[in-house]
């Protein structure tokens, strides 16, 4: 809209595309604001009058006006209007922004930053944009009190597998060409933003669901980011893609909770495996101590029976009688032993169990050692 | 001449008028074809860059500006049946330009019913295009060569019919209607469940092997060591075995037989040998 971008922020808001005749008629010709209606106001036309006076006589060219009494001069009036005119060609550019300016709606220049000027309206008309500063789209997703709050519509996307994937990305751009960005595409931010999550599912739906949500991130915004480039290239948007950021790309709400539920699997297996080697552990050492300590016992056994045996070469039947004593005192000693006649032919009956009864019973609180 | 006020702004507002109905503006990103009592008389800025101030004879002739950039055109919900009968829900997106200004003005007239007819011409070649893909192309395998056909099948249909160029078709959602939908989260569900036990079962399993293999190690272990016992016993013992068992036994006597067990001993035996001799 040439005719009424002289504010300078032209970029600011979209630009509706209407055509220069929706807001054009009313001033098309940039006609002097506020011409000053005569006779309008007591107090105006006084104050006219007395200017007049004053003019008519050093201004020659005083143009006589009504009854010849009140004089004005028009050439100092034009003059300043038409200095008024020229400066509203007078215009700023920040550092990080450019100026397209059209003469007669046709292209005649880009400018950087400064102070510049160009033939004031409706002759030329600018529009500055802000082309370094970084542009971002936020897809998927909004961000509200530093919240995500999901926008199912256009975060769920449908992989190659027939699964479905929840992606939050954001993208980063700035402006390459200016020319193309403000003359070639109507509404660029919004394509831009349309691209982008058209690419991102063609992407995710040539790729398979566990890739995308472990290993395959970096890939998927890179190959974003390059089928993004491409596509506003054939736009000629003049947009640079700087970068395509994956927030997020997780199972969807619906399912998380099966998703977790295998990593819960896999540290529920782990401790598993953990238990069962502590108890291997455990098991092998008691072992090995089991093979060490019974060799061990026999070994010694064997050395006790050795020198026993030495013993008894020397002198076998003093040392068998012996042993035999010695053990069957110490049997006999701890033990209930009845001793029973079997050549008195009678076999006696016996309360076997009342005389175990009455020995076992002091036998049993002395025992234990 | 100028005899009041009135007049004179009367006259500049009649200049003003005329003027504003002769002269005018074609930007650089719009086109204009010029009617002369509604007959064609020329295009400005459409084919041949030349933007710019232009004039022309007020009252009679009259100007339809149309946009020349790249404009975005969406297709909502589309309901698409795949070659394997599978319903997906499509929104595409269409850029296109027109072209032909002229034959844009005698189909369309505006570019609201333009963009209409468009989107007719649209939704029918990508039922045309999809209709005869399967969904897994749609939604995978061939996804941007089935946009490039739909692309060029309207630039066929639409773009000779409209005066249009179409820039790009874009396949933006190709999505399972809601209740596909539901199906889908639950056989979701059933894989991360079947891959969740699969795990926790391989865990069991190898818990199982590592206990079994210690039990295996262990029941090496202990046989080597009563292995190496009995070499020991056989090699002390073996040296005389008749009193080897005579010593053995005294010993197991004396720790296989608690104390307080009962134990009936005829008095012939070895131990009351001399108790006898004394008595009898």
């Known amino acids: 809209m040439p005719w009424n971008d002289q504010s300078g922020g032209g970029d600011r808001g979209p630009d509706k595309g209407s055509g220069p005749w929706g807001s054009g008629p009313r001033r098309p010709w940039g006609a002097p604001p506020r011409q000053p209606p005569p006779n309008q106001s007591p107090d105006l036309e006084e104050i006219l009058r007395r200017f007049g006076e004053r003019m008519r006589g050093s201004g020659g060219g005083g143009f006589k006006f009504g009854d010849g009494k009140r004089g004005f001069s028009w050439p100092l009036i034009a003059g300043a209007l038409f200095g008024g005119w020229l400066l509203l060609g007078v215009y700023m550019v920040d550092e990080g922004e450019n100026a397209v300016i059209t003469t007669f709606g046709n292209y005649s220049r880009t400018t950087g930053p400064g102070l510049h000027w160009h033939a004031p309206p409706p002759i030329e008309a600018r529009r500055v944009v802000n ?16 919240r995500i709050v999901d926008n199912p519509e256009e975060s769920l996307m449908i992989t190659g597998d027939r699964n479905i994937v929840e992606i939050h990305f954001r993208i980063y751009y700035n402006i390459a060409d200016v020319r193309g960005f403000v003359f070639n595409v109507r509404d660029p931010e919004q394509a831009v933003r349309g691209v982008a999550e058209s690419a991102m599912r063609e992407v995710i739906g040539r790729r398979q669901l566990e890739p995308i ?17 491409q596509v506003l290239d054939e736009y000629e948007v003049g947009v640079r893609v700087l970068q395509v950021e994956l927030l997020s790309a997780a199972a969807p709400p619906a399912v998380i909770e099966a998703f977790n539920d295998v990593v819960n699997a896999g540290q529920d297996a782990e401790a598993a495996r953990n238990n069962a080697q502590r108890e291997a552990a455990r098991i092998t050492n008691e072992a090995q101590a089991y093979r060490e300590r019974v060799v061990r016992e026999a070994t010694g056994e064997a050395e006790r029976f050795n020198a026993v045996y030495d013993e008894y070469r020397a002198s076998p039947r003093v040392t068998r ?22 050549r008195g032919g009678a076999v006696p009956y016996l309360p076997l169990d009342g005389m175990i009864r009455r020995n076992a019973a002091p036998r049993a609180q002395a025992g234990g050692g | 001449m100028f005899r009041s006020p009135v007049m004179i702004v009367g006259v500049v507002l009649a200049a003003l008028f005329v003027l504003s109905q002769t002269i005018f503006v074609v930007r650089q990103d ?45 297709l909502e919900g589309q309901p698409i049946v795949a070659s394997d009968q599978e319903r997906l829900i499509v929104d595409a997106s269409v850029r296109w330009r027109i072209v032909d200004p002229l034959k844009f003005y005698q189909s369309a007239q505006t570019e609201d019913g333009g963009a209409q007819r468009l989107a007719t011409f649209a939704e029918s070649a990508m039922r045309r295009a999809l209709g005869a893909a399967t969904s897994n192309d749609i939604i995978s395998g061939r996804r941007a060569a089935l946009m490039q056909a739909i692309e060029t099948d309207l630039n066929r249909s639409a773009a000779t019919e409209l005066g249009v160029q179409v820039v790009d ?28 036990e699969t795990i926790r079962a391989e865990g069991a399993r190898d818990a199982t092997i590592i206990r079994a293999t210690a039990q295996e190690e262990s029941e090496r272990l202990r046989g080597q060591g009563e292995g190496e016992r009995a070499r020991i016993f056989a090699g002390a013992y073996g ?31 070895d131990f009351f040998r001399y108790m006898q001799r004394r008595g009898g």
């Open chain 1, 131 to 146: 082309v370094t500063g970084q542009r971002t789209r936020e897809i998927g997703f909004t961000e509200q009190n530093n």
């Open chain 2, 239 to 269: 040296r005389d075995p008749e009193f080897a068992a005579f010593y053995r036994s005294m010993r197991a006597y004396e720790t296989a037989l608690d104390a307080g067990t009962p134990i009936v001993v005829p008095p012939d035996s």
């Open chain 1, 213 to 229: 949500i472990t290993t395959d991130r970096a890939a998927v915004e890179l190959e974003v980011e390059e089928l993004l480039q």
């Open chain 2, 30 to 74: 719009r086109q204009a074809i010029v009617l002369r009592l509604g007959e064609f008389t020329s295009t400005i800025n459409a084919s041949v860059d030349a933007p710019g101030l232009y004039a022309k004879i007020p009252f009679l002739d009259t100007v339809v500006i149309y946009d020349k950039r790249n404009l975005g055109l969406t």
């Open chain 2, 169 to 196: 078709v874009r396949i933006r959602h190709a999505d399972l209607p809601q209740e596909t939908q539901e199906r889908v989260y639950e056989r979701m569900r059933s894989e991360r469940q079947q891959v969740a």
């Open chain 1, 321 to 342: 009688d012996r042993l035999y004593l010695e053990t069957m005192e110490r049997v006999f000693n701890n033990a209930d032993t009845i001793i029973l006649d079997q």
